[in-house]
Each structure stands twice: as structure tokens, then as C-alpha cells.
């Protein structure tokens, strides 16, 4: 258990953080495998359509760093 008061509020931030981590990293989950559901079926336009809304998200996930770069 943390005892200064640097270290609670480092416990704070690390839960606020890792919430928002899980949710951002949710988000990317759902869109690959909506891409990869498409690619799939054999849908041209919705894999495109589906890979366009995924883009962002991955880049989004890198910049905030919830994933790494080589993973995206």
C-alpha cells in the first residue's frame, strides 16, 4: 500500500488510465474484427468501408500509446 502522498495519487491516475487504456483497446478489437468479418464474406465495399472506420482507431490507440506501433 502506497504511504506519501505521490504514490496514492500515482494509484489514481495508473486506475484512471488503465480504464480508459481498456476501453480504447475494446474499441480497436471490435473494429478489426468487424474489417476482418468483412475481408471474410468476401465484401469488397464493406471491408473498405469497415477499414477506413478501423484506421483511425488503430492510429489513436498508437498515439495514446494503448498500442504499440507495430502492432497496428
Known sequence: MAHSLSAKKRIRQTERRTAVNRARK????TVVKKVEAAIAKGDKDAAL????????????GVNKH??????A
Open 26 to 29: 475494446s474499441r480497436i478489437r
Open 49 to 60: 468501408a469497415a477499414f477506413r472506420q478501423a484506421e483511425p482507431e488503430l492510429m489513436r
Open 66 to 71: 494503448a498500442i504499440h506501433r507495430n502492432t
